[in-house]
């Protein structure tokens, strides 16, 4: 290859500084406005000596070489000779060609700068505030749910990372939140899997980080990817939140994360409280009500006055709060055995209002023992199940369902989805059936024989888009609630849904249940986010393998039809190995926002409880 030439080496080395950007080429018109104003100073003084006499030399030449080159409209009000009159004149022109140029320099700088600023890249510089990396339907009600938590804090600060348009992701959030009040929120363009983009947010300051399993193909690996972006970074680390789709994904997940991370497993959340919803109705309302901030919060509260009190005794520890468990040096044990004892060092987890309202009670009116109904086992007697449609998570539900079934029961799956009735195998209790089924079809539901079964799940399809699958849902519905009323069938229906905005569309059906799925892991998330230390409270919440919340009838815990103060239900609750924690009234279960549930009631307050009212306990399965 030949050695370059002068003209391609000052070729090369004028394309080095004109890619310096704005003020690179802004130099460059400096250096040739200079250049012409001293070749016109010059031409002035030595063609036309008298008129640069006339302005003081060459410094009045000059101002006035540099007054044309900017200002090209001067040399209408130009005088003298002809030869001063075309140096002028091409001081004008050539002020023409830089001013323009300058212009068309400065407009495009300015509209980069603005287009920057709009794609939001500039650095956030707060602390104490929340980050949420990543976009999904979750996230609508992460803020709403932060905004509410933050109602009565000044300053407040919710950033948001995204791979989304800063513009957009405002109005976005602005269409489905609303007013934020007094929580700013901030949003900025960029990947949080790239520590550069990362670094916008003031990360060392951050109060705490959410991380959300984007809407994109293998949702988990960026969920990871961003974890271990996070964990590499140098500073300090707040604690981390994170969901992850699949629970197989759990373990790197955790490793990527380390210590500091709390992952919500939402595959497996989802499939238990559309399990246990299909045989306690209103379950996914009680939980969600449970995860919100519109009423009650969860406290750990240390009380050295209760120490050696058995754990049964301190359910009326309280006046305005109410005991869920205790958390001890061993771990989270919500319901734990009435006669556990409260050791000095150990915090009672209760739900309140507000954590200055938890106050203990002055003495407590004992419970009315005319008023409590005897114990009882129920028969356990094997059962039919219908689930109409499949998706992803489809066999995990079965798996959970298998769990709380009598052996002999039978689960039918109808579906035309091709991956129907895979990976069922190794059930202990659950016979499994699998049958071709368009489950929108009013025909194909009728030949089912639907009337049969105890309970029907309906699970949204994953091959369509979430907005089509809640359409096919409310169709299933519809079908199956015209069918009650025709045939004169009687069973409960749970449907898995994805917006919550359709939640209204659906209560026309009348269905049991609706669960929200991407609604009940943002609450947790953003309970996790506002209340980190609370994470082991939740996970507790949350596995089978301990207490959960149930809603039981009413009619199985004290008399109906007079009035009963909340303390008596407790007592009885008590007595079969349950936590009271509050009741849901049927004839209010169409009403938003709680749909008849009150959670931490008045303890004293008598309530007239009817036949189809539930008690919300904390129960083992």
């Not at 994360?257 to 209103?282: E, F, N």
């Not at 114990?375 to 079965?398: F, H, K, Q, Y």
């Not at 959960?548 to 239900?569: D, H, M, Q, S």
């Amino acid at each position: 290859m030949s050695k370059p030439t002068v003209k391609e080496r000052l070729s090369y080395w004028f394309d080095n500084t004109m890619a310096r950007g704005t003020a690179a080429l802004i130099g460059w018109l400096a250096m040739v406005s200079l250049g012409l104003i001293v070749v016109v100073s010059a031409l002035t003084v030595w063609l036309t000596p008298d008129e640069a006499l006339k302005y003081h030399g060459w410094p009045g030449v000059l101002w006035l070489a540099l007054m044309h080159a900017l200002s090209p409209g001067k040399i209408a009000g130009d005088a003298g000779t002809a030869p001063f009159l075309a140096i002028m004149l091409g001081a004008s022109l050539g002020g023409i060609f830089i001013v323009s140029i300058l212009v068309g320099v400065l407009s495009a700088g300015l509209r980069g700068k603005i287009e920057e600023l709009r794609k939001g890249r500039s650095r956030v510089i707060e602390s104490g505030h929340t980050v949420i990396l990543g976009w999904s339907e979750q996230l609508y009600t992460i803020v709403s749910e932060l905004v509410k938590a933050h109602a009565s804090q000044h300053g407040s600060v919710i950033a948001v990372l995204a791979e989304k348009d800063k513009p957009a992701m405002e109005d976005a959030i602005r269409a489905r939140v609303g007013d934020t009040g007094r929580t700013r929120l901030v949003c900025r363009t960029g990947r949080p899997t790239e520590p550069t983009d990362l670094d916008l947010l003031s990360l060392n300051t951050a109060r705490t980080i959410v991380v959300l399993s984007p809407e994109k193909d293998d949702p988990d690996a960026h969920v990871i990817k961003t974890l271990l972006a996070l964990a590499k970074r140098a500073g300090d680390h707040p604690p981390v939140v994170a969901a992850v789709a699949s629970s197989r994904n759990m373990a790197a997940a955790r490793l990527a994360g380390g210590p500091g991370v709390h992952l919500v497993d939402s595959d497996d959340i989802a499939a238990r409280l559309i399990v246990q919803s299909s045989r306690q109705s209103g379950m996914s309302v009680v939980c969600m009500d449970l995860l919100n901030f519109d009423g009650g919060e969860i406290y750990l509260r240390r009380d050295p006055s209760l120490a050696d009190r058995s754990y049964g005794r301190a359910l009326d520890a309280y006046a305005t709060a109410t005991v869920l468990g205790l958390r001890t040096s061993g771990g989270v044990a919500l319901n734990p055995p009435a006669d556990t004892v409260i050791g000095t060092s150990d915090e009672l987890v209760v739900l309140a209002q507000d954590d200055s309202l938890i106050r203990l009670a002055n003495g407590t009116a004992p419970a009315e023992e005319r008023h409590i109904v005897a114990a009882c086992a129920p028969e356990r007697v094997a059962e039919r199940t219908l689930m109409l449609g499949w998706n992803d998570r489809a066999a995990r539900i079965v798996r959970h369902l298998d769990g709380y079934v009598t052996p002999g029961s039978v689960l039918d799956v109808a579906s035309d989805h091709p991956g129907a009735g895979i990976g069922l195998a190794h059930l202990a209790n659950l016979a499994v059936n699998v049958k071709e089924c368009d489950a929108t079809d009013r025909y194909a539901l009728e030949s089912l024989g639907v009337g049969v079964y105890q309970h029907v799940i309906v699970l949204s399809d994953d091959r369509h888009d979430p907005r089509h699958a809640d359409t096919r849902t409310l169709m299933t519905l519809l079908q199956l609630r015209d069918m009650q009323a025709t045939l004169g069938e009687k069973y409960s229906i749970v449907s898995e849904m994805h917006d919550e905005n359709n939640r209204a569309l659906a209560e026309v059906t009348e269905a049991d249940d609706i669960v929200i799925s991407d609604t009940v892991i943002g609450l947790l998330l953003a309970q996790l986010a506002e209340n980190p230390h609370l994470a082991e409270v939740f996970g507790q919440l949350f596995d089978s393998a301990g207490s959960e919340v149930y809603p039981r009838p009413v009619e199985n815990y004290v008399t109906t039809g007079v009035p009963v103060a909340f303390r008596t239900i407790v007592e009885s609750a008590l007595r079969r190995g349950e936590t009271a924690i509050g009741y849901r009234l049927a004839a209010n279960a169409g009403e938003p926002p709680h749909y008849g549930i009150v959670l931490n009631p008045d303890r004293s307050r008598p309530v007239t409880f009817a036949p189809g009212d539930s008690v919300i306990v904390l129960a083992e399965h």
